[in-house]
């Protein structure tokens, strides 16, 4: 459940300059989305960790990559892996609306099975 929550976050934060053009609550998501981009490497940081962690699915694919966007600025940092992984993560910044978009949609997805899935144990 926490890598739902943390790949909505990179969603949100990679999407974060087109969200006011959402009628009705592109506005309060936009504002959310700006206070959000203040802790953009530490969700980064979260969203390659637990991509890692589930390598093996899309969700955890997607994840690596929209950490690797968010991120960059901190992976500089790393000795000998750090400057090739930052500049993948700067070339990943060009798709960053198409990748949060994505994200956003196969965890929503994700979340919407798991909740019927729930529906249908307990019935």
């Known amino acids: 459940m926490l890598n739902i ?3 909505i976050l990179a969603g949100l934060v990679l999407l974060s ?4 053009n959402i009628p009705g609550i592109g506005l309060s998501l936009e504002r959310f989305a700006g206070w959000l981009n203040t802790y953009a490497v530490v969700i980064g940081a979260f969203a390659i ?3 890692i962690l589930e390598l093996l699915s899309l969700e955890g694919f ?4 929209a950490g690797l966007v968010l ?7 790393i000795p000998s892996v750090g400057p090739p992984l930052a500049r993948l993560g700067d070339a990943l ?15 929503v997805l ?3 099975a798991i909740i019927f899935g729930l529906f249908v144990r307990f019935r």
């Open 71 to 77: 991120a960059a600025s901190a992976l500089r940092s």
């Open 17 to 20: 300059g087109a969200l006011r």
């Open 5 to 7: 929550v943390v790949a």
């Open 93 to 107: 910044a060009k798709f960053r609306l198409i990748l949060g978009v994505i994200i956003l949609l196969v965890t």
């Open 62 to 65: 997607l994840m690596i990559l």
């Open 49 to 51: 960790l637990l991509g």
């Open 110 to 112: 994700n979340f919407i």
